[in-house]
Structures are given as C-alpha cells and as structure tokens.
C-alpha cells in the first residue's frame, strides 16, 4: 500500500521559515508529479507548487519568489522551502503525487495527510 507521509510543519513567527518534507513508500513503480497544496480555515484547497520527475516546477502567484519546491528521485521524497512566511501562508498542507504502483499501469493519485503551519507572533 502507498503512503505519502509530510513532516515538518510547526509554529512560526512572520518573516520565519519551514522546510516540509514528504516520503512515499510502498510498491512503486513509478512517480510523475509530486506537489503540495494547502487548506485554510474556511477556503478550498489550492496549488501551492508542483514538480515533475524531470524538475519543471510551477508556482501558485502568491509563493512565488519565497518558497523553493525540490525533490529526490532516488528516495521519493518531495520538500518545500518556506521562507519569509507571512499569516497568510497559515494552513494544512497536503503532499501530493501521481503515481504508479507495481500491481498496475495507470497514474493515479496520491494525498498525505496533511502538516500544519501556522505563521503567528
């Protein structure tokens, strides 16, 4: 069975910053993108950043410029940078990936649990 597992979140003042981390394990073959996306109280869960396996990333507007998403391929693991966080940037955030496992031959995909931020004095 996949798992995605996040850690890494915590309490931060404004202008602090966080690394996130995300290791998948289990039976797999295969992972295509890997991302993170985040939830705030009250609002829908949006893109945060995304990654594909040949390191092409995308930015939501509003963390470009002040998080860094990278990954390594040979562990299966996904981080995000946080730097110069604002309250704004408070939220859960989820660990994604598309991939694909031993047992078949599509991409599907895959949620963490979630981590929280909260960027507060």
């Known amino acids: 069975q996949v798992q995605l597992v996040e850690s890494g979140g915590g309490l931060v003042q404004p202008g602090g910053s966080l690394t996130l981390s995300c290791a998948a394990s289990?039976?797999?073959?295969?992972?295509?993108?890997m991302g993170w996306y985040r939830q705030a109280p009250g609002k829908q869960r949006e893109l945060v950043a995304t990654?594909?396996?040949?390191?092409?990333?995308n930015y939501a507007g509003s963390v470009k410029g002040h998080f860094t998403i990278s990954r390594d391929n040979a562990i299966n693991t996904v981080y995000l940078q946080m730097n110069s966080l604002k309250p704004e940037d408070t939220a859960v955030y989820y660990c994604?990936?598309?991939?694909?496992?031993?047992?078949?031959?599509?991409?599907?995909?895959?949620w963490g649990q979630g981590t929280q931020v909260t960027v507060s004095s």
């Open positions: 994604y990936a598309s991939l694909m496992e031993t047992s078949n031959s599509i991409y599907r995909a895959y």
């Open positions: 289990g039976r797999i073959l295969s992972i295509a993108t």
């Open positions: 990654i594909t396996r040949g390191d092409s990333t």
